[in-house]
Structures are given as structure tokens and as C-alpha cells.
């Protein structure tokens, strides 16, 4: 491999109907070139509905990807690398920006140590304030403490909510964490190709949090570095279809529990099952309200 290629990185972008918010995520590219090389990958999972090829081919660095139909988040993340070089991976979302220096600060901290295997950047919204994209492993009192339960809501500074949310710990200085938000994040394609890619089984959401810990798994550490911002509007993409967002979103939920917690005990699987079924059936009665939190 060439030095170049030893030192660029390839930027996987899941496209699904979101094409104002993939060119805006493009733009920022010539806004805040990288001094890195790179090559954008974008695979379009909306390529049977309409063409954004037209669009992909003004920017450069870009190529497309088209895939057959919306073949998940997982898949066509896989696909898109499945034939990359460069020795970086960078997993971003199409309704994400990326700032000032935002690769180059992000390789820096992934290569203070050979022990790092996941390097997430600070997310702000367009408004500049910090999300919470750094958490805890979920356990089975993320049922009470996730981000849009009724807890969080009304005692956000609550225990439960805090340790998992992390929303007590600081946002502003690097720090190990368990896991980061799959808006963006980057990693050596070695390690990507070791853990052969993300699990296809997750179609949409919680893919993050696998592949987080299965790093773990193998004695890497995932850290959480500030230094470096994307920009990141929530649900810009899954908002083009909120029903399918909400069933995958409780789907992965149990999917995540069934590969890494489950002991096997029929009554624990079940109970588990029906309380994700009462949290979607309730999320999905606050969407119809048009009330859900996350809109």
C-alpha cells in the first residue's frame, strides 16, 4: 500500500431519501476540506425511487454506490467499504456536517495509542449545543433512563438517566467511553475488517452499540474526543419514515439484548420482549398523537 493510502480515509455515507441533507453533509467537505486524502462513499439505499447521481457527481472526491433497495444501515455500510484501501474508516450520517479539522483531530487521538479502536467526535446540533452522543452499554434500566423516557423527561438529572445518558460527566474533555454515536465515527479498517463489519442483523439503529462492544470484547477502548465536531440534526434521515424508524429502533433493542445479554432463561427473554413491546407500542401512541419526543 502506498503512503498515501497509509495515511487516508474512506467516508462511508448511508443515503435513504434525505438528498437536501446529503448535499449539505457534501458541502461541508469543500467548507472544511480535510488535509487528509480521502475518498466519499455513498451508498444510496433510495437509488429504486430516484437518482442522486446527478447531484454525487458535482462534488468531488465523491463516488455512488447504488444499492438494489434499502438494504439496511449495516448492509450498505458494509457495502460501501467492502472494497476501500485507505487505512481510516469514517461512518457518517448524511444529515451530519463535519467541521474545522474534524478528520485530522480525529486520526490524531485514534493514533495516540495502540489500544484505541473507536474515536467519536462532540456532536452539536445546528444550533451549536452538545448532544449526548457518548453513553454506557444499555442494561435493563435504559428502560427507564433512555433519552426520551418519561424519567429523563421530567428528573433529567436523575441516576438512572445520568449513567446512561453520561449526561453528568463532561462533554468538553476526551475520555473512554463504552460507546459513540454511529452519526460519526472513525476507526482503523483493520480492526472494521476483524470484526467483519457491522452485523447486518440490525437493519436500522443500535449497529453503533455492537460494534462498540465486540471492540470491547476484544480489549480495545472506544474514546469520546470533544476536540473534534460534527454537526448533526437528530432523525434528519429516519423522520422520512418515523413508523419503520420506530419498529427498527425496538427491533435492534431486542436484537442487541438477544446476541449479548440473553442467558438462555425463557422467562428472562420474555419479560425482556414485553417490555420493549410496551415502550414501542407507547412511543408508537405519541407519534400518532403527533407528540413523540423525538420529532
Not at 5 to 33: M, T
Not at 127 to 138: H, K, T
Not at 256 to 273: A, N
Request: aromatic residues 12%; negative net charge.
Amino acid at each position: 500500500m502506498s503512503g498515501c493510502l497509509r495515511s487516508s480515509v474512506c467516508v462511508s455515507i448511508v443515503h435513504y431519501c434525505a438528498k437536501e441533507l446529503l448535499e449539505r453533509c457534501l458541502d461541508s467537505f469543500s467548507q472544511f476540506p480535510p488535509s487528509v486524502p480521502y475518498r466519499i462513499v455513498i451508498a444510496d439505499n433510495s437509488a429504486d425511487q430516484f437518482s442522486i447521481r446527478d447531484m454525487v457527481e458535482k462534488h468531488p472526491h465523491s463516488i455512488l454506490k447504488e444499492m438494489p433497495g434499502n438494504i439496511g444501515f449495516s448492509a450498505a455500510n458494509n457495502r460501501a467499504v467492502e472494497d476501500a484501501e485507505e487505512r481510516y474508516l469514517f461512518f457518517l450520517n448524511p444529515d451530519s456536517e463535519i467541521r474545522d479539522s474534524t478528520l485530522e483531530l480525529l486520526i490524531d487521538r485514534l493514533e495516540s495509542s495502540p489500544e484505541i479502536g473507536m474515536v467519536g467526535p462532540g456532536i452539536e446540533d445546528s444550533e451549536g449545543n452538545i448532544q449526548f452522543s457518548c453513553r454506557a452499554f444499555p442494561g435493563y434500566s435504559t428502560f427507564l433512563g433512555h433519552r426520551y423516557s418519561l424519567l429523563t423527561r421530567w428528573f433529567p438529572l436523575n441516576p438512572i438517566s445520568a449513567d446512561y445518558l453520561q449526561s453528568g460527566r463532561s462533554h468538553t474533555e476526551a475520555r473512554c467511553v463504552d460507546w459513540v454515536s454511529g452519526a460519526a465515527m472513525l476507526m482503523r479498517r483493520s480492526d472494521f475488517e476483524d470484526l467483519k463489519g457491522f452485523d447486518e442483523s440490525f437493519f436500522l439503529y443500535a449497529e453503533d452499540v455492537d460494534l462498540c462492544y465486540r471492540l470491547h470484547k476484544e480489549g480495545r477502548t472506544i474514546v469520546y474526543e470533544p476536540g473534534a465536531v460534527v454537526r448533526h440534526r437528530v432523525g434528519g434521515s429516519s423522520s422520512r419514515n418515523r413508523y419503520r424508524a420506530l419498529w427498527e429502533r425496538h427491533r435492534s433493542m431486542y436484537t442487541f439484548y438477544r446476541k449479548h445479554y440473553s442467558l438462555e432463561i425463557p422467562l428472562m427473554d420474555v419479560t425482556t420482549l414485553l417490555g420493549i413491546t410496551l415502550r414501542g407500542l407507547f412511543f408508537l401512541l405519541l407519534e400518532i398523537c403527533g407528540r413523540a419526543p423525538h420529532r
